[in-house]
């Protein structure tokens, strides 16, 4: 089982991002994919899940209306649209795939997700 993201770098504040998880060795299509994020000397956090199957999705209120996860069936992709960077956005971002049934708002710890990618650095500069 791998799930491999990418699509990371370096923008200025305002700009845009978009990541890609790309989800191999398994049927991923009863599960949730997180997104994460860990900044410098803080923990990891939440950002965003989508429930593969019916693409209903829930977010972290710092990126709410900033940022939009999506996925495509055919490619097996998970995506995170980043928009409206801000510094305080820069991390490694990570994805996850939990199969943990239940709501999305409370599949935001890392404890529910049993596979993850290998992180993707997000700089934003101001």
């Known amino acids: 089982v791998q799930l491999q993201a990418s699509g990371g770098g370096s923008v200025q504040a305002g700009g845009s991002l978009r990541l890609s998880c790309a989800a191999s060795g398994r049927t991923f299509s009863s599960y949730v994919m997180g997104w994460f994020r860990q900044a410098p000397g803080k923990e990891r956090e939440f950002v965003a899940a989508i429930r593969w199957r019916g693409g209903s999705t829930h977010y972290a209120d710092s990126v709410k209306g900033r940022f939009t996860t999506s996925r495509d069936n055919a490619e097996n992709t998970v995506y995170l649209q980043m928009d409206s960077l801000k510094p305080e956005d820069t991390a490694v971002y990570y994805c996850?795939?939990?199969?943990?049934?239940?709501?999305?708002?409370?599949?935001?710890?890392?404890?529910?997700?049993?596979?993850w990618g290998q992180g993707t650095l997000v700089t934003v500069s101001s």
């Open positions: 996850a795939g939990s199969p943990t049934t239940g709501p999305l708002a409370t599949l935001t710890t890392r404890s529910f997700y049993d596979y």
